[in-house]
T-cell receptor
Framework: DAKTTQPPSMDCAEGRAANLPCNHS???????VYWYRQIHSQGPQYIIH???NNETNEMASLIITEDRKSSTLILPHATLRDTAVYYC???????????FGTGTRLQVFP | GAVVSQHPSRVICKSGTSVKIECRSL??????MFWYRQFPKKSLMLMAT?????????EQGVEKDKFLINHASLTLSTLTVTSAHPEDSSFYIC????????????FGNGTRLTVT
């Protein structure tokens, strides 16, 4: 079973920051938080991942709370092309596999 | 970045025939590959884990004789849907990674299978 909880949908105005929350209250010490997104009829695209520190790359920032029970993916300046389903996934290095939850459908509007 | 290629992107077949889908890691060696299926407006469901040189591990409820997986090399895994029926119509997606690291899994672009 997926170990994460996300809101089913969110809206964001183009140019604004999109903040997507994820709850993973049962995460264990060796599990990473990964974020992917899926645009309609394509394979999931990797965005970012982290263990306990905040991370930033060219696509997004990942903020992980100190107790690691939740995280937020931040798209700093959302564009229409960021409209997609965003998945927050907890992954253990021991098993490698990713179990997808239901994700958040982000709609960016003009 | 790491690229996973999946082929074909779309296939239509008649009921009772078999269909093979290929998944290749183009610029890295994938010790482990994963196969997912996705129904419309639903999330990805893990079907099986494919390990190079050994038998695949199937998730509960997935028929291993129906969905044959072969991972003959570090860059290629295949999924064969045998004796396909209309209920097998779905979006099939593979992913690949180097096992035991935090390197992200990368996904193919999926195969849309339609069984008529």
């Amino acid at each position: 079973d997926a170990k994460t909880t996300q809101p089913p949908s969110m809206d964001c105005a183009e140019g604004r920051a999109a903040n997507l929350p994820c709850n993973h209250s049962t995460i264990s010490g060796n599990e990473y938080v990964y974020w992917y997104r899926q645009i309609h009829s394509q394979g999931p695209q990797y965005i970012i991942h982290g263990l306990k520190n905040n991370e930033t790359n060219e696509m997004a920032s990942l903020i992980i709370t100190e107790d690691r029970k939740s995280s937020t993916l931040i798209l700093p300046h959302a564009t229409l092309r960021d409209t997609a389903v965003y998945y927050c996934i907890v992954r253990s290095l021991g098993t490698d596999k990713l179990i997808f939850g239901t994700g958040t459908r982000l709609q960016v509007f003009p | 970045g790491a690229v996973v290629s999946q082929h074909p992107s779309r296939v239509i077949c008649k009921s009772g025939t078999s269909v093979k889908i290929e998944c290749r890691s183009l610029d890295f060696q994938a010790t482990t590959m994963f196969w997912y299926r996705q129904f419309p407006k639903k999330s990805l469901m893990l079907m099986a884990t494919s390990n190079e040189g050994s038998k695949a591990t199937y998730e509960q409820g997935v028929e291993k004789d129906k969905f044959l997986i072969n991972h003959a090399s570090l860059t290629l895994s295949t999924l064969t849907v045998t004796s396909a029926h209309p209920e097998d119509s779905s979006f099939y997606i593979c992913s690949a990674a180097v096992s035991g690291t935090d390197s992200p899994l990368h996904f193919g672009n999926g195969t849309r299978l339609t069984v008529t």
